[in-house]
């Protein structure tokens, strides 16, 4: 989406004035204060006070006149608070343009409101909750914070021991009408708090949203067949073993490794597969120098005898074998 001019000189001068701070008075997210969701609100309320400065708080004009005279200017509020702001403006919008992410519908009532409040809380963080760290070394999560997540606990939307065994008429994928709140509670949690996380409340377009979301609560959008996951674990150690190997055999030479990418380099095996499926005949890959040599084994399939004899330098055809240390086309 293109970004007005005037959205991208406040966004400018907001980020020129945030580096302009002493170090001592920044924030956990002040050097992020206009960027992704972020840098949308802040454009919105620049164009509101623009068209009534009256409208707005006073403290939001200090702010932007300061911007606009290219001062060291600090958000009214910043961090979570901006962050928060930045998604509800979101779910705003979608309510006025008659595009809503769903929760589930969710009758009105005594708890009806706290419920679709959960559902949204389990869609925007519950990722935060999910179990990505199976060897528990990730001591870092416990820095910011020790007792999870607040807004994934029903207590914290009104709802009591008691209600766990209530039933509510509910529409979520997988959950069967009148589920009890324990059950929609396992529901969310095994879709957005599993093994696998998604973040996605961030994007802007309204439409790719729902579109993920729509995808993510299907129930059999992780694979759970024992095929299915061996073949995806054969796939991740192929191209984790291409990358040990090159690191062991050839140390001192250039090798663009995925060192920390290995997975989309099966995600793209895999979109390639899926392509074709539907009907796509030729594929272009404009390839980053990271990752090069494995997605020529992995993807493109080039023969690791004729890799290793361009590492050794005892390939034959000159003119026709590419040097794979440096830019290059490749047809499959």
Do not use: C
Request: aromatic share 10%; glycine share 10%; no cysteine.
């Amino acid at each position: 989406m293109a970004v007005p001019s005037w959205g991208a000189k406040v966004a400018r001068r907001a980020v020129r004035a945030v580096a302009g701070a002493p170090p001592s008075r920044r924030l956990f997210y002040t050097d992020s204060v206009a960027a992704g969701p972020n840098a949308m609100y802040l454009e919105s309320l620049y164009a509101q006070w623009k068209a009534n400065p009256s409208a707005m708080e006073p403290k939001w004009t200090e702010y932007f006149e300061a911007v606009e005279a290219g001062k060291s200017a600090k958000p009214p509020m910043s961090g979570s608070a901006l962050r928060s702001a930045a998604t509800d403006a979101t779910l705003t919008r979608m309510a006025s343009t008659g595009l809503t992410v769903g929760t589930g519908h969710v009758p009105g009532g005594a708890t009806g409101g706290g419920l679709q409040n959960l559902i949204r809380a389990y869609q925007k963080r519950g990722h935060e909750s999910a179990d990505l760290d199976p060897l528990g070394l990730h001591e870092w999560r416990q820095w910011f914070s020790a007792s999870g997540v607040p807004e994934l606990d029903p207590k914290y939307h009104g709802f009591t021991d008691a209600d766990l065994d209530k039933p509510f008429d509910v529409k979520l994928p997988g959950i069967t009408a009148g589920a009890t709140l324990r059950e929609i509670m396992s529901s969310l949690q095994k879709t957005y708090s599993n093994k696998v996380g998604f973040e996605y409340f961030h994007i802007q377009d309204l439409k790719k949203v729902e579109w993920l979301r729509s995808r993510i609560e299907d129930p059999g959008f992780i694979p759970t067949s024992r095929e299915k996951l061996l073949s995806i674990y054969k796939s991740l150690a192929s191209v984790d073993t291409f990358e040990s190997f090159l690191g062991t055999k050839y140390k001192t030479t250039k090798r663009f490794g995925v060192d920390g990418g290995e997975a989309a380099i099966v995600g793209i095996n895999a979109a390639i597969a899926r392509a074709v499926e539907l009907g796509v005949t030729d594929v272009v890959i404009g390839m980053p120098h990271r990752g090069r040599l494995n997605m020529l084994t992995n993807v493109v399939a080039k023969p690791l005898t004729q890799m290793f004899a361009e590492f050794k330098g005892t390939h034959y055809d000159f003119d026709e074998l590419m040097d794979v240390m440096e830019s290059a086309d490749w047809a499959f």
